[in-house]
């Protein structure tokens, strides 16, 4: 089967660093996808991997290890409104795209 | 940009009732996707569109649930009848391009979802 792993929930503190891991396995790999999702409202993109290494883009950074099916979102200098779901999602060989469950993040004060 | 549109927001309807949702894309978006978010879980696909045809619909209940995109643009989902676990939140996206382009983001734009509450 095709799964993808994040942990379920995750707290850090306002103005501090976080990682968000994801793992997985699917039939094939063709990008990783991080989406950002506040309560009750709609995904929203926040970055794409293809290749093995680090993309940054402002406080948010993606890496990527596609031998270790590996994938983490860095989060710097932590906001409040930061405090989301955070969900992978991995494009397979068919082109299909697969979401993990996603990793709620609390910030605290 | 406008984004994607999305109606009603919200509904709640009695078990084996009927309901349909609609679905805007962003103007020149080729690609529409149909998803169902349970609380607590990641998006579910339902149905992907190209233009006006059905790319994949194999996580369509297909019993219950249908869709169609007359003239490649809007698209409506319905769910006939109704059943309890179906209490869910209904995303539609829309992409430029079909995911099967080697080398593009192709980021999928989600609407606000629609909040359907089956009692």
């Known amino acids: 089967g095709q799964n993808i792993d994040q942990p379920t929930e995750m707290t850090a503190t306002e103005g501090a660093i976080v990682q968000i891991n994801c793992t997985y396995q699917t039939s094939g790999f063709n990008g990783l996808f991080w989406y950002q999702q506040h309560a009750g409202e709609a995904p929203t993109f926040l970055s794409y991997?293809?290749l093995d290494g680090l993309e940054e883009k402002g406080r948010f950074s993606s890496f990527l290890s596609r031998s270790k099916g590996y994938s983490y979102l860095l989060l710097k200098e932590l906001q409040m409104k930061d405090s989301a779901s955070y969900l992978c999602?991995?494009?397979?060989?068919?082109?299909?795209?697969?979401w993990g469950a996603g990793t709620k993040l609390i910030i605290k004060p | 940009e406008a984004g994607v549109a999305q109606s009603p927001r919200y509904r709640i309807i009695e078990k084996r009732q009927s309901v349909a949702f609609w679905c805007n894309p962003i103007s020149g978006h080729a690609t529409l996707y149909w998803y169902q978010q349970i609380l607590g879980q990641g998006p579910k696909l339902l149905i992907q569109?190209?233009?006006?045809?059905?790319?994949?619909d194999s996580q369509l209940p297909k019993d219950r649930f249908s869709a169609e995109r007359l003239k490649g643009v809007d698209s409506t989902l319905k769910i006939q009848p109704a059943k309890l676990e179906d209490s869910a939140v209904y995303l539609c996206?829309?992409?430029?391009?079909?995911?099967?382009?080697?080398?593009?983001?192709?980021?999928?734009?989600f609407g606000p979802g629609t909040r359907l509450t089956v009692t």
């Open positions: 569109f190209q233009n006006n045809g059905v790319v994949d």
């Open positions: 991997n293809v």
């Open positions: 996206a829309s992409s430029l391009a079909p995911f099967r382009v080697a080398g593009g983001t192709y980021e999928q734009y």
């Open positions: 999602a991995v494009k397979n060989s068919n082109y299909q795209l697969i």
